[in-house]
T-cell receptor, first 113, second 109 residues
Framework: NAGVTQTPKFRVLKTGQSMTLLCAQDMNHEYMYWYRQDPGMGLRLIHYSVGEGTTAKGEVPDGYNVSRLKKQNFLLGLESAAPSQTSVYFC????????????FGQGTRLTVV | GQNIDQPTEMTATEGAIVQINCTYQTSGFNGLFWYQQHAGEAPTFLSYNVLDGLEEKGRFSSFLSRSKGYSYLLLKELQMKDSASYLCAVYNAGNMLTFGGGTRLMVKP
């Protein structure tokens, strides 16, 4: 989606390694969300942010940390990766409260071995 | 907490009409989203309902009843390319945007 860049697209980690996923936008929206999606399942909310310097826990926050130091960037960190964190990760940007469009990053496919 | 329910799978015929239902329970409802997701791709936005009633957008329409905790997505003149998962998501007063499990729609010739 135009205006949303999610990096990296693919990554393989060993158990115990750390990594950071980046969601960057050029649209100046406040609300940003991180999700994970396991095979054949819906999206589960990990953490979210409603503005620069703010973050909040979602449905499945354990094992993840986030930061929103700049409005344009929302980072998701795995401090010590576990095989259970193998998933596809999506960031979402939603121009709430007046929504005529909403955006997802292209996803990060993470495998932890 | 929140609870969002959708049927897991549906099958319909090309050219037909299909209705995908979503029921929800949440504290402090603000709005309801529908997204489409093709296999291996990111979700794409279809609609956002805040007020009760039907909103039409081309072949797709979305309905909301806040008092019943109920929404549906109506797809008309089904095409093969409509085979995808359809995701219902609720935005609540705590600014959380929570998804249901999704409905996988298969369109057959």
């Amino acid at each position: 989606n135009a205006g949303v860049t999610q990096t990296p697209k693919f990554r393989v980690l060993k158990t115990g390694q750390s990594m950071t996923l980046l969601c960057a936008q050029d649209m100046n929206h406040e609300y940003m969300y991180w999700y994970r999606q396991d095979p054949g399942m819906g999206l589960r909310l990990i953490h979210y942010s409603v503005g620069e310097g703010t973050t909040a826990k979602g449905e499945v926050p354990d094992g993840y940390n986030v930061s929103r130091l700049k409005k344009q960037n929302f980072l998701l960190g795995l401090e010590s990766a576990a095989p259970s964190q193998t998933s596809v990760y999506f960031c979402a940007i939603v121009p709430l409260p007046a929504v005529t469009e909403a955006f997802f990053g292209q996803g990060t496919r993470l495998t932890v071995v | 907490g929140q609870n969002i329910d959708q049927p897991t799978e549906m099958t319909a015929t090309e050219g037909a009409i299909v209705q995908i239902n979503c029921t929800y329970q949440t504290s402090g409802f603000n709005g309801l989203f529908w997204y489409q997701q093709h296999a291996g791709e990111a979700p794409t936005f279809l609609s956002y309902n805040v007020l009760d009633g039907l909103e039409e957008k081309g072949r797709f329409s979305s309905f909301l009843s806040r008092s019943k905790g109920y929404s549906y997505l109506l797809l008309k003149e089904l095409q093969m390319k409509d085979s995808a998962s359809y995701l219902c998501a609720v935005y609540n007063a705590g600014n959380m945007l929570t998804f249901g499990g999704g409905t996988r729609l298969m369109v057959k010739p």
